[in-house]
């Protein structure tokens, strides 16, 4: 059996692939990746011995100017020709696409060709390139239930795969030792993702120091691009504030966490979902379609989430709500609960899910 998989661009959109590709090596397919050239996706496959091949490829402009959708234009192109190539030559049983413009030419020709082909759509709603090649044909493996796909789509929940040292459920109290969090007072967790989120970071910064913040610990990772600027806003950082600029050991501070306060991303979201953490989520306010907003409100629909736009104001906002709920222990562990209304496969096993899929879609 021989799998094509189309990923990368961004972590959210590689590692779906990724994990269902490396389910489905253990069963004995033969996967090839397909990637963007220059992606640091590449390194993770030459690291782990995986194959690929890359595409020269940009994804769609935002901007209205005609110049860069020339340029646009002319990669697609380029790397439709070399897409249909590698299928033509290579001869995959199917092809699956993790969304994103890199899925794009692949599952096209997949779908042009006969060959099944599969999409993984991570949010509530579909991106240009997963409604397009659902168009074609692609059938769709949902992260969270999803809406806008024509109605003839075949869509499977499969939840979206993350990563496994999430399994280990370390303990809380050794979780805030390892951050110098106390054990007896509530933690709140603040973190945009690896790039940061300039927004709530700023409005953290100027809300923490308040009196409402003071019966509650606060973990702030502001990624590596805020850190500086967030550090200097603060200036004397309170007590009650541990500052970090990045963490490779999430599962501590999720662990060690009470309440998140956090972006909505698919990724973030999915996290959210394995570890039933109850969560305040300000999603980002110029995400494609405003789809941060419409993963927010499958949590928040199911009493698992509050959501709080990025609106001015938000540093009010955030210290008439976060602390008072971080210190509300009944509505935590109901909002914990509240995860298991929405039966949503756990991440944790969406890995598989996606490959046993694929296996089917491969061997009818």
Wanted: proline share 6%.
């Amino acid at each position: 059996m021989r799998i094509l998989v189309a990923c990368g661009g961004t972590g959210g959109h590689f590692y779906p692939g990724y994990s269902a590709a490396l389910e489905l090596r253990k069963q004995g397919a033969e996967i090839l990746f397909l990637v963007r050239r220059g992606d640091s996706a590449a390194r993770v496959l030459r690291d782990g011995c995986l194959p690929y091949a890359e595409l020269e490829l940009t994804g769609l402009p935002r901007s209205l100017n005609p110049f860069r959708h020339a340029a646009f234009a002319m990669k697609l192109g380029g790397a439709l020709l070399q897409a249909r190539r590698v299928v033509k030559d290579w001869r995959p049983d199917a092809v699956f696409g993790t969304g994103g413009y890199i899925s794009f030419p692949a599952v096209f020709w997949a779908a042009l060709s006969g060959i099944p082909a599969l999409v993984h759509e991570s949010n509530a709603i579909p991106g240009l390139a997963n409604l397009l090649l659902a168009r074609f044909g692609a059938k769709v493996a949902a992260g969270l239930p999803v809406r806008g796909f024509p109605a003839k789509t075949e869509i499977t929940l499969t939840g979206t795969p993350i990563r496994e040292f999430f399994a280990s459920a370390p303990d809380r109290a050794q979780a805030r030792a390892a951050f110098g969090l106390l054990a007896d007072r509530p933690v709140i967790l603040c973190f945009g993702g690896s790039g940061g989120a300039i927004g709530l970071n700023t409005a953290l910064s100027k809300s923490a120091a308040g009196a409402q913040w003071k019966d509650v610990q606060i973990l702030h990772i502001t990624g590596r691009r805020d850190f500086a600027k967030i550090s200097r806003a603060y200036g004397t950082l309170p007590t009650n504030v541990k500052l970090l600029e990045y963490s490779d050991r999430m599962d501590l501070a999720y662990a060690a966490a009470d309440l998140l306060l956090c972006r909505s991303g698919a990724s973030t979201v999915a996290e959210l979902l394995a570890l039933k953490k109850p969560a305040i989520l300000v999603p980002f306010p110029e995400a494609a379609a405003d789809h941060q907003t419409e993963n927010a409100k499958v949590l928040v629909q199911a009493g698992a989430a509050l959501l709080l736009p990025e609106t001015p104001g938000l540093a009010e906002k955030l210290s008439a709500t976060v602390p008072a709920l971080a210190k509300d222990a009944s509505r935590l562990s109901a909002m914990s609960a509240a995860y298991d209304s929405l039966q949503i496969p756990s991440p944790l096993k969406s890995g598989a899910l996606l490959a046993g899929v694929l296996r089917k879609l491969a061997s009818p």
